[in-house]
T-cell receptor, first 114, second 110 residues
Framework: DAGVTQSPTHLIKTRGQHVTLRCSPISGHKSVSWYQQVLGQGPQFIFQYYEKEERGRGNFPDRFSARQFPNYSSELNVNALLLGDSALYLC?????????????FGNGTRLTVT | DAKTTQPPSMDCAEGRAANLPCNHSTISGNEYVYWYRQIHSQGPQYIIHGLKNNETNEMASLIITEDRKSSTLILPHATLRDTAVYYCIVRGNNNNDMRFGAGTRLTVKP
């Protein structure tokens, strides 16, 4: 079975630009979460969506937004990119949105902002 | 969510059991203990989780103390491929934010 897939795998953008990252969850999973991982640190929570509705938001500026589509895939959008947005962006899916449903992560999109 | 405390690094000999400790003294009754690991340049890999009882799967065993204030992840026969950063996370049932700390860097040596 296919795991969580993310695209693109790598991306280079310039300060001030906009970026869209995409995620396809494991088949049958209804919840998608997004995390940011800066080099040398653990992942930090950005958003969680369940059944196309936002269930949670981390401490990130409004430049970050996301959505979930009817097929449960998801996009993360970041506007007005800053150098500090350079990171590994991870998508995770789970069967349900509760604490007993393990998150399964993709291998991420490596974003570099120059 | 309750915070967790893990040693920053550990070594283990190949073929031996790796026992990774985690303290979570402020855990609440409805919070789960989760373990993930991350190998360089990959996403975190789910290992195991539990609420109150000990758990075992094909990858590892999770031992949770009776008072639930600490737990131990056991890799029964460590291999070189188990070298990774291991994260212990406490996660509430209604809280969708899994807070990753710094984790334990496990190095399995030949």
């Amino acid at each position: 079975d296919a795991g969580v897939t993310q695209s693109p795998t790598h991306l280079i953008k310039t300060r001030g630009q906009h970026v869209t990252l995409r995620c396809s969850p494991i088949s049958g999973h209804k919840s998608v979460s997004w995390y940011q991982q800066v080099l040398g640190q653990g992942p930090q929570f950005i958003f969680q969506y369940y059944e196309k509705e936002e269930r949670g938001r981390g401490n990130f500026p409004d430049r970050f937004s996301a959505r979930q589509f009817p097929n449960y895939s998801s996009e993360l959008n970041v506007n007005a990119l800053l150098l500090g947005d350079s990171a590994l962006y991870l998508c995770a899916s789970s069967l349900l949105g509760d604490g007993g449903s393990p998150l399964h992560f993709g291998n991420g999109t490596r974003l570099t902002v120059t | 969510d309750a915070k967790t405390t893990q040693p920053p690094s550990m070594d283990c000999a190949e073929g031996r059991a790796a026992n990774l400790p985690c303290n979570h003294s402020t855990i609440s009754g409805n919070e789960y203990v989760y373990w993930y690991r991350q190998i360089h340049s990959q996403g975190p890999q789910y290992i195991i989780h539990g609420l109150k009882n000990n758990e075992t799967n094909e990858m590892a065993s999770l031992i949770i103390t009776e008072d639930r204030k600490s737990s131990t992840l056991i890799l029964p026969h460590a291999t070189l491929r188990d070298t990774a950063v291991y994260y212990c996370i406490v996660r509430g049932n209604n809280n969708n934010d899994m807070r990753f700390g710094a984790g334990t860097r496990l190095t399995v040596k030949p």
